[in-house]
Nanobody
Framework: QVRLVESGGGLVQPGGSLRLSCAAS????????MGWFRQAPGKEREFVAA??????????DYGDSVKGRFTLSRDSAQNTVYLQMNSLRPEDTAVYYC?????????????????WGQGTQVSVSS
C-alpha cells in the first residue's frame, strides 16, 4: 500500500524559510513523478512543484508563484522528497500536499496524481 506522509509545516514570519518533507512508503520514488500542491481556505488546489527522474536525468517544474523561491530535492536512501521554501510570503499560507503521479512525467494537473498525503499547514504571518 502506497503511503505519503508530509511534515515540516508551521508558522513562520514573512521572509522566512521552511522545509517540507514527504516520506513515501510502498513505492520507490524514482519510478514516479512526485508533486506538491497547496490549498488555501476558499481557494482551489494550486500546483506548487513537481519532480521526475528518467534515464538518470532529473526534471523539475515549478509554479509561477514559487519560481526562484522554492526548491525540490530527494533523498533516495530515505525515500523522501523535500520542498525547501525560502522568502515566504503571506500568500504562501495554505495546506501543502505531497502527491504521487500516475506516471514518471511531471504534471501541473492534480488529476494526474493518484495518491495524496494528509497535508501539512504552512502559515506565513508576522
Amino acid at each position: 500500500q502506497v503511503r505519503l506522509v508530509e511534515s515540516g509545516g508551521g508558522l513562520v514570519q514573512p521572509g522566512g524559510s521552511l522545509r517540507l518533507s514527504c516520506a513515501a512508503s510502498g513505492i520507490i520514488l524514482a519510478i514516479y513523478a512526485m508533486g506538491w500542491f497547496r490549498q488555501a481556505p476558499g481557494k482551489e488546489r494550486e500546483f506548487v512543484a513537481a519532480v521526475s527522474w528518467r534515464r538518470h536525468i532529473t526534471y523539475y517544474d515549478y509554479g509561477d508563484s514559487v519560481k526562484g523561491r522554492f526548491t525540490l530535492s530527494r533523498d533516495s536512501a530515505q525515500n523522501t522528497v523535500y520542498l525547501q521554501m525560502n522568502s515566504l510570503r503571506p500568500e504562501d499560507t495554505a495546506v501543502y500536499y505531497c502527491a504521487k503521479s500516475r506516471t514518471d512525467w511531471t504534471s501541473q494537473a492534480s488529476d494526474d496524481y493518484d495518491t495524496w498525503g494528509q497535508g501539512t499547514q504552512v502559515s506565513v504571518s508576522s
